[in-house]
């Protein structure tokens, strides 16, 4: 099996342990025991591009499963490359051979056909939140991920470095820099450099082990900062849209 790959540039991850899967009038739904292939041939569990045929289409385009603590696109063509893109987020790039964690809870699966033809996937694990299949609990002795008490402030910081990915799609989803999110807050961009170490810092005192894996840090712990808050939702639009509003707290 190809080894998982989580994209830098989407910092989110799904892991619910129950994903909904529709492509057209087709609907799904898939547990975290259960492989679910596609592609144009009959043998495939979910038959895309095949009424008509679009024979650029593999007869096993990929699969999805639910492998290491989240789900899992596997990219089965031996040519063709597949796009996730997710809602919202920039798209990722899944070439053949290559397996690629969900970056987000909702994902639209791209597989690109003749004549600039794409055929869609929705891929949805939202629906699920707080039931049985829920995101996955954290192996016995480790610390809790989820989001610890936050203070206002600290919420307009992170909604400030996630807006562009809250917000956008494409190559304008990305992370805010420090100039963006001093303008946006009405603070230096050193204020936020330190209010961003400053919460890291609690953050990983707290117990959240999402952000320990200093290896990575080349592409730097805002990148994981806001991993953390997106996977967890921390910050929602709601966050980015209350930027608007004056901050009552300021420190």
Known sequence: MAPVVIDDRVVSTAESGVLHVRFGKQVRTLGNNEVMTFGRGPECDLRIAHDPEDPVVSRTAGRVEFAGGRWVLHNS????????QPRPGAPVP?????????????VHVQVLGSENAVHEIVLDGR??????????????GLPTAGPPDLSAPEVRLLAALCERL????????????????????????????RRLADLRD?????????LLHTEEFAEGPAARLAGWALRYGVVTRADVDALDAPESDQE
Do not use: H, N, Y
């Open 166 to 193: 809250l917000t956008l799609a494409g190559a304008e989803s990305r992370l805010a820099t420090r100039r963006e999110m001093a303008r946006r807050l009405g603070v230096t961009p050193e204020r936020v450099e």
């Open 127 to 140: 629906a699920v939140a707080g039931s049985g299949g829920g995101p996955s609990s954290p192996a016995p």
């Open 202 to 210: 609690r953050l990983i005192r707290a117990g959240v082990p999402d």
């Open 94 to 106: 899944v070439e053949p051979g290559q397996a690629v964690g969900l970056p987000t809870r909702r």
């Open 77 to 84: 063509s031996r040519f063709a490359r597949i796009i996730l």
